[in-house]
């Protein structure tokens, strides 16, 4: 519930009103085991609101995504993955072989921010990065 917190008081401050919709839709996230569908958060909003379409759930992702609450990201499934900010800044290497998920920490990326600033007087801001791979035990399996 800390979570909501802090997303309920980031969207006042900007004067969204949580609506019972979006609230839904941010329990939904917070709820999966890390990343979400947005076929599964319609899927898990529809219980409680039977009429609600997906346009308004892509709606909704598209407005926390741009606050920065929550990261979209396409692990490889094809389609995007959403997953709530507040639970911390990381990264995932996804091995193409066997879809096997490892999580990176967030600060292994700030020799790259710093260099991209550097370089290119630029702000990245790498929220939730996909690393595509191959894993070891996949890379040992090929290679016989
Ligand atoms: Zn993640
Ligand atoms: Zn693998």
């Known amino acids: 519930m800390s979570h909501h ?10 004067g969204y009103r949580l609506t019972p919709q979006r609230m ?3 329990d939904a996230i917070a709820s999966g085991d890390g990343h979400t569908s947005a076929e599964e958060i319609h899927e898990a ?3 409680a609101y039977p009429y609600l379409d997906i346009s308004t759930v892509y709606r909704t992702l598209g407005l926390l995504k741009a606050l920065h609450l929550v990261s979209e990201t396409d692990l ?5 993955q959403y997953e709530l900010l507040s ?3 990381h990264h995932h290497l996804i091995c193409r072989e066997c879809g096997g998920i490892l999580d990176v920490d967030n600060s292994f990326l700030n020799p790259l921010r710093q ?3 550097q370089e290119h007087d630029f702000h990245a801001e790498i929220e939730h990065l996909a690393i595509f791979g191959m894993c070891n035990a996949c890379n040992a399996n090929l290679r016989g």
Not at 5 to 14: G, W
Not at 76 to 80: E, N, R
């Open 87 to 89: 639970k911390g800044l």
């Open 115 to 117: 260099a991209i600033d």
């Open 5 to 14: 917190h802090e997303i309920v008081e980031a969207l006042q401050q900007i």
């Open 24 to 26: 839904m839709i941010l």
């Open 45 to 47: 909003v529809r219980a």
């Open 76 to 80: 490889g499934s094809g389609h995007a």
